[in-house]
């Protein structure tokens, strides 16, 4: 049975600042920032996006790829850090907008940047275990970074959508998880801003478990470095996901077109399943991309992926990763601060 | 449609909020939004069904809020307009980004968004806004 990506859709808000404007107002060298963390500029989401907007717009788009009637869908799982309830789950008003059956599993998921593939991994179960015919799985964020913060240069709004089912267009060749308990980033409740331990975040954390998850992956599939053609890899900035995949022994050529986080930020949840999509609107059949993410606290799930005839039929369905990217509109500061709420009025 | 209103009133308008599912009297085809119960055309000789309108349609008049009402205040200013969707009826809704992109007779489809929301408490609204098709 061959169980795998039906349909994906990302979106991505369409207003950006650059490293420059927010170096400028902290008074921080903005060339030894881009050079630091390889990142240009970030998305911002305007006054009324949030996860659940970015949410619907991002499984709309995998509706149109999928081509399949929404009331097949058995489950939704949405993985965010900054789902807009506290109590009240997301996944509760994106099935209402989309249209799905009320006969549907739905649960809100949370583990860092690592919650939209740990919602691929609870739908690519069910399917497998015949539960459900569908799931959709979203990773989405409008990411938290305190101002003058080393975060705030990053932190970015977007977020993808997965249909998961049988007769895929990326065939799910398998997973593999890596999880410890290791405190690199976190956020108390009813905390606004998110807290971290700086360099810590590196080793033991980002690297420890995106290169154990991606080499244990690749043990328990008896895949090589030479089988992938592209890379995809949890993006908090440029500089860690390029040297993660020098570390993998992979070719930067094949991280290149998911490398996302250059033009629009690290989207959190929503980073290496924005990159994903980033490289399935190129892919062409017989394509094998590895994806690993990563969520602080912390963890790492890897995923391979086997590209179908199927893409090419699909792939035209819907606006593209680049359409969201590079239809852009930048703003200064004072716009970001208004934006992002963090002017009270 | 109120946005501000009470749980069981947003409740029950989800659908055409969200969604912009409005109605259709199967008897003469003409298409509702707000959703009607009722033709006021065909009369009893009407049947309503529900009707998923696409989001697509072209400015038909629209107006700058500069001076907004409660729960509106920090996305000023902003676009009002009546659209004309394709299907065949007309809707007022808010138009997103530059108002000066903003003309009569252009095209533009739906995006979901927030409305409002009712305090740091309360309710966030949901729905439907539309956007300018470059």
């Given at each position: 049975m061959v169980i795998g990506i039906v349909g994906y859709g990302a979106y991505v808000p369409k207003y950006r600042i650059t490293i420059d404007e927010i170096a400028k107002v902290w008074g921080q060298d903005a060339q030894a920032l881009r050079k630091g963390l390889l990142v240009e500029e970030k998305s911002v989401p305007a006054m009324d996006e949030d996860t659940i907007t970015i949410s619907v717009e991002a499984a709309r788009n995998a509706l149109l790829r999928a081509g399949i009637d929404p009331i097949k869908i058995g489950a939704l799982y949405i993985g965010s850090e900054s789902h807009p309830y506290a109590v009240k789950s997301s996944g509760t008003i994106v099935a209402q907008a989309l249209g799905l059956s009320t006969n549907l599993m739905v649960a809100d998921f949370e583990f860092a940047c690592k919650a939209g593939t740990a919602a691929m991994q609870c739908c690519y179960g069910l399917v497998k275990a015949g539960e459900i015919e569908y799931g959709l799985a979203i990773g989405a964020d409008t990411s938290q970074g305190r101002p003058g913060d080393a975060l705030e240069y990053t932190a970015g709004a977007g977020g993808a959508a997965y249909i998961i089912g049988k007769?895929?267009?990326?065939?799910?060749e398998g997973t593999f998880s890596y999880t410890t308990d290791t405190t690199d980033f976190w956020r108390r409740d009813g905390e606004k801003y998110p807290s971290h331990g700086a360099r810590f975040s590196g080793h033991p954390g980002y690297f420890t478990h995106v290169l154990s998850a991606s080499k244990g992956l690749m043990k328990k599939l008896s895949?090589?470095?030479?089988?992938?053609?592209y890379v995809v890899l949890h993006m908090p900035n440029g500089k860690f996901p390029t040297n993660a995949c020098k570390l993998l022994g992979f070719p930067l050529e094949k991280l290149e077109t998911s490398l996302v986080v250059k033009r629009m930020g690290n989207c959190y949840s929503g980073s290496s399943p924005v990159g994903l999509s980033a490289v399935l609107d190129v892919a062409k059949p017989g394509n094998r991309i590895l994806m690993t993410s990563y969520g602080s606290g912390a963890g790492s799930d890897s995923f391979s992926f086997l590209v179908t005839d199927k893409i090419l039929e699909r792939q035209n369905k819907a606006p593209t990763t680049e359409n969201y990217i590079s239809k852009k509109e930048n703003i200064d500061y004072g716009n970001y601060v208004k934006f992002r709420g963090k002017l009270k009025l | 449609m109120p946005y501000k209103s009470s749980v069981p009133l947003f409740w029950r308008l989800k659908d055409a909020k969200y969604s912009l599912v409005g109605t259709k009297c199967i008897t003469c085809n003409q298409v509702f939004f707000p959703p009607a119960d009722f033709c006021p055309q065909c009369r009893r000789k009407g049947k309503i069904e529900k009707f998923q309108f696409s989001g697509n349609g072209e400015v038909v008049s629209y107006t700058v809020i500069r001076v907004a009402p409660e729960g509106f205040e920090k996305y000023v200013p902003y676009v009002v307009a009546i659209i004309q969707l394709d299907e065949g009826t007309r809707i007022s809704g808010q138009i997103i980004g530059d108002i000066n992109k903003v003309e009569i007779e252009k095209r533009v489809k739906s995006v979901f968004r927030r409305i409002t929301e009712d305090n740091d408490q309360g309710l966030i609204h949901y729905g439907i806004k539309f956007e300018i098709v470059d």
């Open positions: 007769d895929p267009l990326a065939e799910l895949l090589k470095v030479e089988d992938f053609d | -």
